[in-house]
């Protein structure tokens, strides 16, 4: 086999796991946790990194992903650490309106070794500011909403 055959024969092995893997993650019932992102990239790189098929875990009902088997073993030993706080719901609309929406994970922040992902790009900034009412405010809805669907809202608001 000459050695361009060799290559192609590679990257089409390398394409066909590729697909095959995001693909049993497709064919699974449960959710992509915080749309596909890596969640201990937030904490190593400082950034919000998509994650990739071949590195993935299913943890607390949903599938996360991650960039690397090293990242995917770190949040294996300590999955309460790397989580997103409320599941990847919008922490500033829990913590608000009392709100169960999905979260943007572009737009996030670390307080006190916790993730907590927003909605909205000024979402971090407003966190920052008072930080503890936020987090109190949100635990408080969330317990509120209990199992009711994303989507829903507290009924008073």
């Known amino acids: ?5 060799c ?4 990257s089409l ?18 959710p992509m946790a915080i749309k596909g992102y890596d969640p201990v990239a937030y904490f190593t790189l400082s950034k919000p990194m998509h994650g990739d098929s071949r590195y993935q875990f299913e943890w607390d009902g949903s599938i996360y992903r991650f960039i690397s088997a ?9 999955p309460n650490r790397y ?15 009392g709100y169960k929406v999905v979260a943007d994970p572009r737009n996030w922040i670390i307080h006190e070794g916790r993730l907590y992902i927003t909605q909205r790009a000024f979402g971090p900034a407003a966190f920052r500011k008072d930080p503890r009412r936020w ?16 989507g829903s809202s507290l009924s008073w608001w």
Not at 7 to 10: R, S
Not at 13 to 30: N, P
Not at 138 to 144: D, N, S, V
Request: charged share 20%; net charge positive; hydrophobic share 45%.
């Open 1 to 5: 086999m000459s050695r361009q055959n």
């Open 7 to 10: 290559l192609t024969l590679a």
């Open 13 to 30: 092995l390398t394409a066909i796991s590729i697909v095959s893997a995001g693909a049993r993650a497709a064919d699974t019932d449960k």
């Open 70 to 78: 090293k990242h995917r073993e770190m949040f294996k030993g300590d």
């Open 83 to 97: 989580a997103p706080r409320y599941r990847g719901l919008c922490a500033m609309g829990l913590a608000a309106k």
């Open 135 to 150: 987090v109190n405010n949100a635990r408080a809805h969330l317990a509120a909403l209990g199992d009711a669907p994303i």
